[in-house]
């Protein structure tokens, strides 16, 4: 008996799922169920896709409970408005509808792994100049106002990885294709201007340089569907206009 790919339209065999003696055969039965959407049946694909959203959730209600904290300490509102921003992220992880299509690269989990969590290696260390805190507090206010508003936009398509939840074309969507990983960018410059110290560079550097791939997988996943490219060509620039 052989296996059909559900998403070839030809209907080419892949080859039997046994081997001769009728055991299974885990080595290409493992490299099938990752690489292949739809291979997973719905039961693991749901339970994954739980623990996945569990996990995510986990993480930004960590980073919910550090700006509690410093907002505590400082009672600065900017600080209270980073803990609502990342209050709303632990609801969309556990609201988010699921992906038509999500990369099993393990190359692309690590570029969103590190352009989600490269911020906690940030230090308020270095030099505090008065120009860079308030060219700093302009920077994330401008930032947290795109982010809150592309959440906001996005609403249940949020996701973590490259994936196919539907595609966006209002608000800032409408302006640059990933606005944000835009706003990821201007809140860890403004962290930088403030906090000026060859640490907080390389890390925004590293930040920042996976949130561009990330970009880059993300298009790579979006551009499979029927109107992508459309869109593409509707909104040229993907983080700032004029320049990329």
């Not at 209600?61 to 509102?77: C, D, E, G």
């Not at 690590?110 to 860079?132: D, E, N, S, Y």
């Not at 962290?191 to 790579?220: F, I, K």
């Not at 979006?222 to 993907?238: C, E, F, I, N, S």
Request: glycine share 12%; net charge positive; with cysteine.
């Amino acid at each position: 008996m052989t296996l059909l790919r559900s998403d070839d339209a030809a209907g080419a065999p892949i080859g039997p799922a046994l081997a001769p003696d009728g055991s299974p055969k885990p080595a290409s039965t493992l490299r099938r169920l990752w690489s292949e959407p739809g291979a997973l049946s719905a039961g693991p694909e749901r339970a994954i896709r739980i623990a996945a959203n569990l996990i995510g959730a986990a993480g930004a209600a960590y980073f919910a409970y550090l700006t509690l904290a410093v907002y505590l300490h400082t009672h600065q509102w900017i600080g209270g408005a980073f803990c609502l921003e990342q209050t709303w992220v632990v609801v969309a992880y556990l609201i988010r509808r699921p992906a038509r299509t999500v990369s099993r690269r393990s190359r692309d989990w690590l570029l969103a792994f590190g352009g989600t969590f490269g911020g906690v290696l940030f230090r308020p260390t270095g030099l505090h100049l008065q120009w860079g805190m308030t060219a700093g507090l302009v920077c994330q206010l401008v930032g947290l106002g795109i982010c809150v508003t592309s959440f906001l936009v996005l609403g249940r398509s949020f996701g973590f990885v490259a994936a196919d939840r539907g595609l966006v074309r209002r608000g800032p969507y409408a302006v640059v294709r990933h606005p944000i990983y835009a706003s990821y960018v201007l809140l860890q410059c403004g962290y930088v201007l403030q906090s000026l110290s060859l640490r907080n560079v390389a890390v925004m550097v590293l930040a920042s340089g996976c949130n561009v791939g990330r970009a880059r997988a993300e298009e790579r996943v979006l551009q499979t569907g029927d109107t992508y490219g459309a869109y593409r060509h509707q909104v040229r620039w993907r983080l700032l206009p004029g320049v990329w």
